[in-house]
């Protein structure tokens, strides 16, 4: 049976902040059951997909201790926080726009998720 397509919201919360000129994004499962999908799912290329145009490069790092993803999105702040003329030149939003990103779930996970954020 083939899953449904849900927004990483209704999974996973998430942190950004500035490194320099790369913005860091935390992803960490709201449910330790979640954190497969999200390994499975939240590809460093998928990423760099959600951004493209927006920045140069994706890293992803797994901590399977934490139920959390890290992704570096390099060129994202336009130099950084002291040099950008960007509005977010910490990168504060980048969490919220990757917790827009859809995603492909099973459909019993995609309605445990959603009846959890009601």
């Known amino acids: 049976m083939p899953g449904v397509q849900l927004q ?17 994004v935390g992803l960490i499962a709201l449910e330790p059951a979640y954190y497969p999908v999200l390994v499975k799912q ?10 493209k145009g927006m920045v140069t490069g994706v890293e992803r790092y797994v901590l399977p201790n934490l139920n959390a993803l890290n992704f570096l ?9 002291t040099l950008s003329l960007k ?5 504060k939003v980048f ?3 990757l917790l827009r990103m859809e995603i492909e779930v099973p459909r019993a996970l995609a309605a445990r998720a959603r009846k959890a954020a009601q």
């Open 87 to 91: 509005t977010d030149a910490q990168g």
């Open 95 to 97: 969490s919220t726009a």
């Open 8 to 24: 990483l919201r209704f999974l996973a919360h998430a942190r950004s902040g500035d490194k320099g000129d790369s913005a860091n």
């Open 42 to 51: 939240v590809t460093r290329a998928r990423v760099a997909r959600h951004f």
């Open 73 to 81: 999105l390099h060129g994202a702040l336009d130099g950084g926080g």
